[in-house]
Every structure is written in C-alpha cells, then in structure tokens.
C-alpha cells in the first residue's frame, strides 16, 4: 500500500518530518513496519501552503522512489511551511506516473490516500459516472485514490467535509454491492483546504490500516522538558501518520477505528465515522441529483 504523513501546526522545513526523525516518511518507504509491504517506491509527492503566499497549495511529484531523489531533498530542507502533506506510493495495480502520485489537488484542497477500492476496475465506470461533469475534467490520472477524491468533492466536500466523505464512502459500498463486491472500501485519508486539517480511518470490513496522531504538545513538554524541538512549535502543532516517526514514549496514539479527526490552529475534534446508507442494491441506480442530497 502506501505510507504517508500531514502536518499543521508551527511553519517547519519539510525535511524536519521527511528527513530527519529516526523513522521519518524516506526511512518508511525502505522500510515500513505496519504497511502491507516494507518497500513503497512507486512514486512520491509533497503539497504545502505557503504562509502568506498563495491560497492554493503548491505539488512537487515524482515517480521514482523517493530515498533516491535528491530534487526531493534539496526542496525539503529550503521549503517551510505550517500545513502540508506528503506521500510515498506502493502501487496497487495502476500505473506508475505522475498523475497518480498523491497528493491530488483541486483548487485550495489536498487530498492523499492509503489502501484501495477493492475490484476497483469492475467498480471503476459506476464510481466514474457519479462525479459531477464539471469535476470530471480536472481527473488527470487513473486511481481509485483520485476518483474518492472527486466523488467525495461531488458530494460537497467544500462545503461539509466529514459529510461528503461518508457520503462518498456510502457510494462506493453501494456500488460494491450491486456489483458483489466484498469489503470494497480500505482507506485512511487526509484532505486540507489549507486552514483545516481532516484525517479519516475506515474500512468495510472495520479492520483498517494503521493510523497515528501526535499527542498534544503541552502534555509532551511536560514529559520530556529537556527536549528542544517541543519547546519551538506551538500547542496547536499536529502531526497524523501512517507510522510513528520515532520512538519517543507517549508521542504517538493510534486513531480509532472508523473515525475521524479535525484539526485547526484553535481546536481539535475527534468523531465517529458513519458511511451513508445508500438505496438497497436491487433498487436501481439513483441519479447523481439525487446522491448529492443524501
């Protein structure tokens, strides 16, 4: 599967995360330790906002393995930012390009993905069906990442994310079902429009992939007192992870299954996730207007 990481909280260099912990996201894609396989070396991609810059992130892609990319390491130690994300690939079966390295973007959002739509090419023309033909377009590569994405945008991610999302999830189990697909849905996620920060952990089957947030950081620096890098980011600062970048004791707690996490520079919030009940799967096939309501 995939392995990735998003942040927000105090503007960092990029390499602080990427780079530099004893586990960090470059160590991951050598050698992941709670991912399907250890190697992710299909691709990789960072998108971050600029401070004060423009409102839409910036994307630096590349389908090589990321340890081995030095275009990737000269960015990540002269780029700083508050609020980015970063991916590394393992391919579940399409292709090997740059359009289908995460994150994806369309206008101010983000979006990354680890785990997959299972039997995804027999699903792939119902899910492709649904999203909103002004949408449709802007689709660049051949994912089922991607397609989540747009179909969870249909939906109304701009206006209510957590919504949208189970109302995607909600679709594309609907459509498992029509087509006698088992557990279709595995997935943590990240979006971010820039200002917000929202990581999802859900699976059909309720049997997940690993998911992490740092603990908060004035419980931290009341733990570890003498350590200088909690001491420099600020009590909002936030970290959502595939992996734990370290093994700092009490750093990292796993996110619960079938949940969901806001994160903003004033509040966090933690709620349950609940996919969307769509129509029985012998009833026909409802018309996207009527989706975008449920």
């Not at 586990?23 to 971050?48: P, Y």
């Not at 690939?89 to 994806?104: D, E, K, L, M």
Request: net charge neutral; aromatic share 10%.
């Amino acid at each position: 599967m995939c392995r990735w990481l998003a942040y927000s909280g105090s503007p960092i260099l990029l390499a602080e995360l990427l780079y530099k912990p004893e586990h960090s996201l470059i160590d991951q894609s050598m050698h992941a330790r709670l991912g399907v396989g250890t190697t992710n070396g299909d691709g990789f991609g960072v998108g971050w906002y600029t401070p004060g810059g423009n409102p839409e992130p910036t994307l630096f892609r590349g389908t090589g393995p990321a340890w081995g990319d030095e275009n990737l390491r000269e960015l990540a130690y002269s780029v700083r930012s508050g609020l980015f994300l970063a991916h590394i690939r393992a391919s579940t079966g399409t292709p090997v390009q740059q359009t289908n390295c995460h994150p994806f973007r369309h206008g101010r959002w983000l979006w990354l993905h680890n785990g997959r739509i299972r039997d995804y090419p027999r699903l792939k023309r119902t899910l492709t069906m649904a999203v909103d033909p002004g949408l449709f377009p802007y689709i660049g590569g051949s994912t089922d990442s991607e397609l989540m994405f747009y179909l969870a945008l249909t939906f109304g991610l701009e206006r209510d994310p957590v919504g949208a999302v189970e109302r995607m999830v909600g679709w594309v189990e609907h459509a498992g079902r029509r087509a006698g697909v088992d557990n279709p849905v595995q997935m943590t996620v990240a979006t971010s429009d820039g200002e917000r920060l929202w990581a999802f952990r859900y699976s059909t089957e309720h049997n997940s992939r690993s998911l992490y947030c740092s603990t908060a950081v004035d419980t931290l620096r009341c733990m570890y007192p003498e350590n200088p890098v909690l001491q420099r980011v600020a009590d909002s600062t936030r970290i959502v992870v595939s992996e734990p970048l370290g093994g700092l004791v009490g750093a990292w707690q796993p996110v619960a299954e079938s949940s969901y996490g806001l994160v903003t520079r004033d509040f966090d919030v933690v709620g349950p996730f609940r996919p969307a009940q769509h129509p029985d799967p012998a009833a026909p096939t409802p018309a996207l207007a009527d989706l975008t309501r449920l």
